[in-house]
């Protein structure tokens, strides 16, 4: 059974930092990706950044590129996401899921049908708020 536990949301100032984890568990393949997903108050929930556990491969969407770092650590089966210089917009709901297969990161990330759910495994969400 696949599962992804979320760690690390909070309650910081702008231009804060905090670092999101998620432990992954279950796939007997690495040719899966990971992708973060937040849901903002009265938004639906959109791609931020996404990562493929075979080769590295990231992408993070335009609003937080040079802020925001997704990275693997595969001996821990951990992906984390390295949130700096934080606005009040960044405040929601963190999500990681992960979908098969690894290559098509990109679309995971870029498509709305799998922010929409369209991933095949969720975790719950870790809150991060952001006060100005």
């Known amino acids: 059974e696949v599962q992804l536990v979320e760690s690390g949301g909070g309650v910081v100032q702008a231009g804060g930092s905090l670092r999101l984890s998620c432990v992954v568990s279950?796939?007997?393949?690495?040719?899966?990706?990971i992708g973060w997903f937040r849901r903002a108050p009265g938004k639906e929930r959109e791609g931020v950044s996404c990562?493929?556990?075979?080769?590295?491969?990231?992408y993070n969407k335009d609003s937080v590129r040079g802020r925001f770092t997704i990275s693997s650590d595969n001996a821990k089966n951990t992906v984390y996401l390295q949130m700096n210089s934080l606005k009040p917009e960044d405040t929601g709901v963190y999500y990681c899921?992960?979908?098969?297969?690894?290559?098509?990161?990109?679309?995971?990330?870029?498509?709305?049908?799998?922010?929409?759910?369209?991933?095949?495994?969720w975790g719950k969400g870790t809150q991060v708020t952001v006060s100005s």
């Open positions: 990562i493929s556990r075979r080769d590295g491969s990231t």
């Open positions: 279950g796939f007997t393949f690495d040719d899966y990706a």
């Open positions: 899921a992960a979908e098969e297969p690894a290559w098509n990161y990109y679309t995971y990330c870029t498509d709305n049908y799998y922010a929409n759910g369209g991933m095949d495994y």
